[in-house]
């Protein structure tokens, strides 16, 4: 075993390139005579073709046999396009060759007791590429080569673009084709063409890559200095992303066409330096490099595997020969011509049938949406690739699909259905596409009609007629073909219960729901799998949103502005399209509608409410934001009363981590649960990580802070939500911070609309900021309890003298010495009057006043306080109470300070 550090390696490697490159030109010009005309098709190294066979010096698209000559024997029906594969050439890919020099070349292609004798009724050209993986081929890509080959076909075939077409393809050649077809489906320029393929064959087509890649691309990065990164080679990394994907999308595309394919693949394992005259050669130099000295003895390898060039579900032959020669055949006899165009004259005499299946299937396919594209819709790819992938009646074969697409009002859902439903009728021509509006049921009755007119069921007319269960019964018929059906507005939870029965079910049939409500997803029995919920849009797609709705640059040129107003917006896609819509009518850029919005949020309702024309909403005088959320709270105030109280009580609370605790009990922890359930079902409120805590929506507390004044329930609910807080709020402590912290963001929210009464609840929160060290806040919040209770309770009510001890030390911590002197001399007097001399609470007035004023200098007047304080708590509380030995402290700070400055 040869062990290379891999500096050696790459030394070895360049060494060998090298001396590959000198030994082929040695072979090469020994082997061609001088003055000899490189004329003849041959197997050899793909680098000798001549500057003629090259393909920047001939067309695309070349006619090898243009079919009968003689009118009796009647028109061209099928066109075949052959595709070779990499390091090929056009002249000699197809072309067999007798080594011994007895026998003429064989072309099977155009030879005309070949492929020609077979379909004579066929026109069959090649299509020429760039595939010298030595050359310029690292310089391409497979989606640049598909690009140009559907270019060709259009431009080439565009005198009967109508004709059958059947390819075939050699290697690499076969994914040429893949991404031609791919690009041509996305394409309503060139749609029409997949549609027109009746035949796919692939003749060692590596649709999953192949384990050989690597060689070509070692090689022709030393043989030409070639960086092949981003090249043809590169997309041939056995198992890659980008080959999964196309495959995927090809075989979606296959299904639905019906298109007939088989995949030849090879048997026996491939030489490459046979093709230079060096046996093994090739295989050597890699086994070198890789320090595989063994595998020296086995040069041969197997290019494609039969894994890689044969796709589940297609029909699959295999071939007695190579990679190399399983697209050159020495003549009609040969075993593996006899095998690839008996599928060729099947694809070529079922051509008719297919076209014609395929027509009829389309004709009988019905489009009843009744909204047109939205031509502005952006983003939400992941939310598009997730529902395609699930809802084509392709995808389960074995049964119904249901789907539902779940999220807030105003999130989009309407508008992602909506596209779906053109992309639908795009990728599958073969499924029908059905709308059913399930805002009340007289509209769902009239979907069902219309859907009913276009069957052409029979006693859809009659007024006695269930038109609902008439359009069941013909779409859970087989001769309905494939279908989609869409029910929007599915958020009535009794409405939906009641008309699910007439829901129909067909193996070829899904069923895709869109709904605000996640009751109705359990009550319509969809799996977790059938859910998709939808959030709102990245920055990237509300940005692209607005500017696609506000059309002038300058409306939206300002960045700061327009960020800050998509913040404000919480980038949500109706408040985005109606805030655009109103920018775009009245003339203003988002700096001003931003001024407008952040004026009051009584303005920023209002534009909430604003009417905007809406061509993809069902009541055009119906799509403000407020409108379309206090629909589902109408919704909730009926099923489930519970959730709309909550509702109403947590729009006075700060938008993010409230606690479930805080909320009114319910009867049950089970009706509890349902109404959180509700509302997080409707998307109001979202859930975070921690499992009793949730965040509600800001554009949804604003409106329902609006509906609640509008309606007289304001100052009812601001009293029932200060009740609460007050019962709940405790009195802040070091045991118990974790949950004053929790609270507090919640209570401040609801400061400026307290009763007077609830004034134990702004105490609370005064001392929890002075818990905080936020001195400044607790001042300002300590004062405006104390008037208030000054004017509640009277001056001399105990909790006021508590508001004002507490507000003198919150004074002294700020080095306020002077207002905390005066309002604790006016403590201590009140208290003395109030509750007498000895009482604890005037034992500590006295403390606190003795303590500031040793902060000021005042040393003898706060020593005799101090000793007189100590007198009287060891006569009250003892001398070994805590407060007494606090006393003695502070004594004993005093003396020393005395000391200190010399008194």
């Not at 009724?121 to 090649?126: E, K, L, P, S």
């Not at 509890?672 to 409707?682: N, S």
Request: aromatic share 8%; proline share 5%; net charge neutral.
């Amino acid at each position: 075993m040869i062990d290379l550090k891999p500096a050696g390696q790459l030394f070895v490697l360049a060494c060998a390139a090298i001396i590959s490159y000198l030994w082929l030109r040695y072979k090469h010009i020994r082997s061609v005579p001088a003055g000899t005309v490189h004329n003849a098709p041959r197997e050899a190294d793909a680098s000798e073709t001549s500057p003629r066979h090259t393909s920047a010096n001939r067309p695309p698209l070349e006619i090898l046999y243009h079919g009968p000559t003689d009118a009796a024997e009647g028109p061209v029906e099928v066109d075949i396009v052959a595709v070779h594969g990499l390091g090929s050439n056009v002249d000699w890919s197809w072309t067999w060759q007798d080594k011994s020099g007895r026998r003429p070349p064989v072309h099977w292609l155009k030879d005309l007791e070949m492929l020609p004798a077979v379909v004579p009724n066929a026109r069959i050209m090649v299509y020429s590429y760039e595939s010298r993986w030595h050359a310029n081929a690292p310089k391409t890509r497979l989606h640049l080569c598909g690009k140009d080959f559907i270019d060709a076909l259009h431009n080439f075939r565009n005198d009967v673009p109508g004709r059958p077409i059947i390819f075939i393809g050699h290697s690499l050649g076969g994914l040429v084709i893949q991404y031609a077809l791919l690009l041509a489906d996305k394409d309503e320029k060139f749609k029409y063409l997949p549609k027109n393929v009746v035949g796919f064959i692939a003749l060692g087509c590596p649709f999953k890559g192949t384990k050989m890649q690597s060689i070509p691309d070692i090689i022709a990065r030393f043989m030409v200095l070639a960086n092949s990164h981003q090249g043809i080679i590169r997309d041939l990394v056995y198992g890659s992303d980008t080959l999964r994907d196309q495959l995927d999308a090809l075989c979606q595309l296959i299904n639905t066409l019906s298109i007939p394919t088989c995949c030849f693949f090879e048997l026996y394992a491939t030489d490459y330096g046979i093709r230079f005259g060096c046996p093994g050669y090739i295989k050597g130099m890699v086994c070198l490099l890789r320090g595989i000295a063994t595998e020296l003895a086995n040069p041969a390898i197997q290019v494609v595997r039969e894994e890689s060039a044969c796709i589940d579900g297609w029909p699959k032959k295999p071939v007695q020969t190579d990679h190399l020669k399983m697209n050159k055949y020495s003549g009609p006899e040969d075993r593996s011509f006899r095998s690839v165009s008996a599928v060729i004259k099947d694809m070529y005499a079922g051509a008719r049938d297919v076209l014609g299946h395929r027509n009829a299937t389309t004709q009988n396919c019905y489009f009843v949406v009744p909204f047109g594209r939205n031509e502005n819709f952006v983003g939400r790819k992941s939310i598009l690739q997730q529902l395609l992938g699930r809802i084509p009646p392709s995808a389960n074969q074995y049964d119904c699909q249901r789907t539902a697409i779940e999220g807030l009002g105003g999130i989009g859902k309407t508008q992602i259905a909506l596209e779906v439903a053109y992309q639908v009728r795009d990728k599958h021509p073969d499924c029908s596409v059905f709308w059913v509006p399930a805002v009340d049921a007289t509209s769902f009755e009239n979907a069902h009609r219309d859907i009913g007119r276009q069957l052409g069921v029979k006693g859809i007319e009659d007024d006695k007629a269930d038109v609902k269960m008439l359009v069941k019964a013909a779409l859970g018929h087989k001769s309905a073909g494939s279908w989609l059906m869409i029910v929007d507005n599915t958020d009535d939870i009794k409405l939906v219960t009641s008309l699910s029965e007439y829901l129909p079910s067909n193996r070829k049939g899904s069923v895709l729901f869109t709904t605000r409500d996640h009751s109705v997803v359990s009550s319509l029995d969809i799996s977790p799998k059938g859910l998709i919920n939808i959030g709102e849009m990245s920055r990237e797609e509300s940005f692209e949103m607005l500017k696609k709705y506000v059309k002038q640059e300058s409306r939206w040129h300002d960045m700061k502005s327009t960020t800050e107003l998509l913040d404000l917006l919480a980038d949500l896609p109706l408040a985005i399209r109606q805030a655009s819509a109103y920018m775009f009518q009245n003339g203003i850029p988002t700096t001003k509608y931003l001024r407008y919005c952040q004026s009051s949020d009584k303005d920023m309702v209002k534009l909430l409410s604003e009417d905007f024309q809406d061509r993809g909403r069902y009541d055009a005088s119906k799509n403000p934001v407020a409108m379309t959320w206090l629909i589902s709270f109408e919704h909730i105030s009926q099923s489930r009363p519970l959730a709309a109280q909550y509702l109403r009580f947590i729009c006075f609370l700060a938008e993010k981590d409230i606690p479930i605790s805080l909320l009114p009990p319910g009867r049950s922890e089970l009706e509890i649960d349902k109404a959180i359930g509700t509302l997080k079902g409707y998307a109001f409120i979202m859930e975070r990580n921690e499992p009793d805590s949730f965040d509600i929506h800001r554009l949804v507390r604003l409106v329902m802070r609006n509906w609640l004044q509008t309606n007289g329930e304001w100052q009812e609910w601001v009293t029932k939500v200060s009740q609460r807080l007050t019962d709940k709020y405790p009195f802040p402590k070091h045991e118990n911070r974790a949950i004053w912290v929790r609270y507090l963001p919640h209570v401040l929210q609801l400061r400026n609309e307290c009763a007077d009464k609830e004034t134990g609840l702004l105490f609370n929160v005064a001392e929890s900021y002075s818990q905080l060290g936020k001195y400044n806040e607790a001042e300002q919040m300590y004062r405006q309890t104390l008037e208030l209770r000054e004017r509640v309770l009277g001056r001399k009510h105990p909790d006021t003298l508590t508001n004002m001890n507490n507000l003198a030390a919150v004074l002294d911590r700020q080095g306020k010495y002077e207002e905390a002197e005066k309002m604790d001399r006016q403590t201590l007097e009140l208290r003395e009057r109030v509750l007498g001399k000895e009482h604890p609470s005037t034992l500590g007035s006295m403390n606190n006043l003795a303590s500031v004023l040793n902060k000021q200098g005042k040393y003898e007047e706060a020593e005799k306080m101090h000793r007189q304080t100590l007198e009287l708590r060891e006569q009250v509380l003892g001398k070994e109470h805590p407060d007494t030995l606090r006393s003695k402290a502070n004594l004993d700070i005093c003396l020393q300070a005395k000391t200190d400055k010399g008194l």
